[in-house]
């Protein structure tokens, strides 16, 4: 089992950046899809952004493309989420999550969660 502990939320300003972090427990982080998903009120959990195991192919919703990066220390057993360019819409509670399936952007594929981190952006 893993556990996942997400880090880094706050309140920013539109245009701020901020970087969320996420640590899993356990030995084998890196043999793990790693995802960041956000729900804000009132609607449905939506992908964010996803990690190979290497690091090198990522994906991200087209919502966020351009102003956020994936990124993971396996070392670390971290993963994280550089934002940059906030706007008021990326208000969210942010989660991390972990799969073996490769890259998936549906929230069912995930299979472990961390409990969120709240990031909120004001105008």
């Known amino acids: 089992q893993v556990q996942l502990v997400e880090s880094g939320g706050g309140l920013v300003q539109a245009g701020d950046s901020l970087r969320l972090a996420c640590v899993a427990s356990?030995?084998?982080?890196?043999?793990?899809?790693m995802g960041w998903f956000r729900q804000a009120p009132g609607k449905e959990r939506e992908f964010v952004a996803a990690?190979?195991?290497?690091?090198?192919?990522?994906r991200y919703a087209d919502s966020v493309k351009g102003r956020f990066t994936i990124s993971r220390v396996n070392a670390k057993n971290t993963v994280y989420l550089q934002m940059s360019s906030l706007k008021p819409e990326d208000t969210a509670v942010y989660y991390c999550?972990?799969?073996?399936?490769?890259?998936?952007?549906?929230?069912?594929?995930?299979?472990?969660w961390g409990q969120g981190t709240q990031v909120t952006v004001s105008s």
């Open positions: 356990g030995r084998t982080f890196s043999t793990y899809i």
């Open positions: 999550a972990s799969t073996i399936r490769y890259i998936p952007t549906r929230r069912s594929e995930y299979d472990y």
């Open positions: 990690i190979s195991q290497s690091g090198v192919d990522t």
